[in-house]
């Protein structure tokens, strides 16, 4: 079994590998995207990649605002939504935390709640909310906070839900980002039925909040295991992800959400964060933990964190 250092390591290297062997791949259909064996970081001759002159084995914005996140939480030692919010506009405006300062995939619901940040809106109201907000912006950025959180089941769904609030305000982006991060949470324990407990856990959470249990109920329907489409819906993100997670070691897991098509660089960074936490850094194949830039970035920040929590 993964030592918790091996599961921490995992989940933030899981994430970035996932997300930057998606990004060549983004916007293509399933029936386009090559066969299983042939997704890597460097796509077939003669596919059309996605994001054309960005480098094989960069992370997209996925990778970059999970480590503004990250960030946060080492130099706050506590979820602040105020720094939270500095870092996101400093990386909008300036590509911080991203690979050589590019900023190259922007989702428009993010951008919007960046923008609101930065015309001084409460960071807290900032994220939009409507019908039509519930992408998965808050829930691919969310993995270092169960990675990072010492505090009580109730206290890291309650800050996975603000992380998500300064770009996705929607209840339901909310309620995705709370139950991706305890049940991210029950794999480091190395809980064999992870979902299941993460899911009875938010169940009780909510168990006075009528708006949030129908949003559980109703929309994300974490009792019927769907594959899902790999859209940036995300609910359909989560759904995905969790369909991916079912088929087999780290690379089946990764390569099956890119597969699906679509938005394959985040479905796959919200995949390859758990599988990443389940089968520690070690089931995480040499050529693509090796081949991913940026690494004077985040190791520094996964050093402290793994310092932090077992030290």
């Known amino acids: 079994m993964p030592t918790l250092p091996q ?62 996140l990250l960030d946060s939480l080492l130099e706050c030692n506590a979820f602040d939504p105020a720094d939270f919010g500095r870092r996101l506009t400093l990386w909008y405006d300036e590509g911080y935390m991203a690979v050589d300062a590019l900023v190259f995939d ?4 993010t951008a919007k709640g960046i923008r609101a940040i930065r015309s001084g809106v409460p960071v807290l109201e900032a994220g939009p909310k409507g019908d039509y907000d519930c992408g998965n912006g808050g829930l691919m950025r969310v993995l270092p906070l169960a990675l990072w959180h010492k505090g009580t089941l109730a206290e890291l769904a309650r800050d996975a839900e603000l992380q998500s609030r300064l770009t996705h305000g929607h209840l339901r982006s909310q309620v995705c980002c709370a139950l991706y991060a305890l049940w991210a949470r029950e794999e480091l ?29 109703w929309s994300v329907r974490p009792d019927e295991p769907q594959r899902g489409t790999g859209s940036g819906y995300v609910v359909d993100c989560l759904r995905s992800a969790r369909w991916a997670t079912g088929q087999g070691n780290f690379q089946q897991v990764v390569r099956a959400a890119i597969h699906l098509g679509r938005d394959t660089d985040t479905t796959a960074c919200v995949a390859g964060g758990i599988a990443g936490v389940r089968e520690g850094v070690n089931g995480i194949p040499e050529r693509w933990s090796e081949g991913l830039r940026g690494r004077e970035i985040f190791q520094p920040l996964l050093d402290k964190l793994i310092a932090r929590l077992v030290g």
């Open 7 to 68: 599961r921490i390591e995992g989940g933030l290297i899981g994430l970035l590998v996932g997300d930057a062997l998606g990004v060549p791949y983004e916007f293509h259909l399933p029936n386009e995207i090559p066969a299983l064996a042939d997704i890597e970081y460097t796509p077939p001759k003669g596919f059309l990649r996605a994001h054309e002159g960005v480098p094989p084995g960069t992370w997209s914005d996925d990778g970059a605002l999970a480590l503004c």
């Open 106 to 109: 922007v989702g428009v619901t």
């Open 189 to 217: 324990q190395g809980n064999a039925t992870a979902w299941d407990s993460a899911v009875a856990t938010l169940r009780k959470l909510y168990m006075n909040n009528p708006d949030a249990t129908e949003e559980l109920e």
